[in-house]
């Protein structure tokens, strides 16, 4: 009998079957109770249930017993084998738990410690500004929604009301793919209204997102780069009007330049995915040649905003007669350049120390409503 990792077997010939049965059973058992680990217990368990383990060979020897004792001796051993099953796996847990603790507790961080003088980074003028649009509008209710850089004409032009012939679409200066079927070719986004569509395609009303992400346009120069960012806004309810609008953004723009007396003004203006629609401007003065936001009789344009166009909102699904709802969207390196006087859009993409530890933000400080931006 394989049995030796059990010791001594308590079994004669003279013993009854079921008494056989029962002493392997103790042993086992016993062996399971004085293991001191996983290997202890998968050893055990090859030695008792393996393909020639003790138990295994009494289950095969079996046959060999007079019919009449069959039934019994198998009901028994049927019962060792699913307790001694239970045990191995009842056992089992109990180290793996005791492992992930030992675990634990030498992979533990002291987050308590000071960061050492000089060798921590700085966040990225462009992470900084997403982190305070989402505190403030995550303030209001708003909740960050994402989606994929790479779209499809339908998303980031069809269902926003911009049909192919669309003027607008020329003025996207899209980068498009090759195409993969005759007229079916992907493209980079070129604004986060497509994740509006994507948002009201999947979810019912209300709806209150944000969207801050990359987004991609053919156009290189002083003021302009290919892959710059936004944040997009989508409140979609039952009441929602342009009073709400209104107040939303003003309230953003006066938190976020931490003016509060700021100037807004909503100027008539035209998108194709929302009716009315409406540019934000925010008051600053020019005097002196020098930009300085706040009262002044000049104005800035920071962001577009509008009521979704109701055959945008039929185009997701959403019945126009029984929901309305309003949009806004803005650059982010536009909105962060005049906050924090950085003068030029390209200093954004190139990676350069200084300017870093010059425009960054210490990753400590985690911009919110209550602590301050
Ligand atoms: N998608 C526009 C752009 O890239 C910005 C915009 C304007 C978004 C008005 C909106 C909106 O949601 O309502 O120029």
């Known amino acids: 009998m394989k049995g030796a990792m059990f010791g001594p077997f308590f079994v004669s010939e003279e013993m009854s079957d079921n008494d056989k049965t029962e002493s392997y059973g103790n042993e086992i058992i016993a062996a399971i109770e004085r293991a001191t680990g996983l290997d202890e217990i998968e050893k055990i368990r090859v030695a008792a249930l393996g393909r020639s383990g003790v138990v295994t060979g009494m289950m095969q020897a079996l046959g060999k017993l007079p019919k009449e004792d069959r039934a019994a001796a198998g009901k028994s051993l049927n019962a060792l084998k699913t307790g001694i099953e239970e045990r191995l796996a009842a056992a089992t847990r109990k180290f793996e738990a005791a492992a992930l603790d030992a675990r634990l507790k030498t992979e533990r961080v002291d987050i308590t410690l000071p960061v050492k003088a000089g060798i921590t980074g700085r966040l990225h003028p462009i992470s900084q500004t997403i982190a305070e649009v989402v505190a403030i509008f995550g303030e209001m209710g708003f909740r960050v929604a994402e989606g994929p850089h790479i779209e499809d004409d339908f998303h980031n032009f069809t269902a926003l009301n911009i049909p192919p012939e669309h003027p607008a679409r020329q003025e996207h200066d899209t980068f498009y793919f090759p195409e993969t079927a005759p007229g079916q070719r992907k493209l ?132 126009p007669a029984k929901y309305q709802g309003f949009a806004f969207g803005m650059g982010i390196e536009r909105i962060a350049m005049l906050k924090y006087g950085i003068p030029d859009l390209r200093t954004f993409y190139d990676s350069d120390l200084r300017w870093l530890r010059h425009y960054g933000f210490t990753p400590l400080d985690t911009p919110s409503m209550i602590a301050g931006l």
């Open 188 to 319: 980079l986004r070129t604004h986060t209204s497509p994740v509006q569509i994507r948002t009201m395609l999947k979810e019912k009303p209300p709806i209150r997102i944000i969207v801050p992400g990359r987004t991609f346009r053919s156009d290189h120069d002083a003021t302009h780069s290919p892959m710059f960012h936004q944040v997009e806004g989508l409140a979609i309810g039952e009441n929602i009007h342009m009073g709400q609008l209104k107040g939303c953004l003003i309230e953003f723009c006066r938190a976020f330049f931490a003016i509060d007396d700021l100037p807004v003004r909503f100027r008539a203006s035209y998108f194709p995915f929302t009716e009315p629609s409406a540019e934000v401007d925010i008051g600053c003065s020019r005097a002196g040649g020098e930009l300085k936001i706040g009262a002044g009789g000049d104005w800035l344009e920071i962001l577009g905003s509008g009521m979704v166009h109701p055959k945008v909102l039929a185009n997701c699904g959403i019945d």
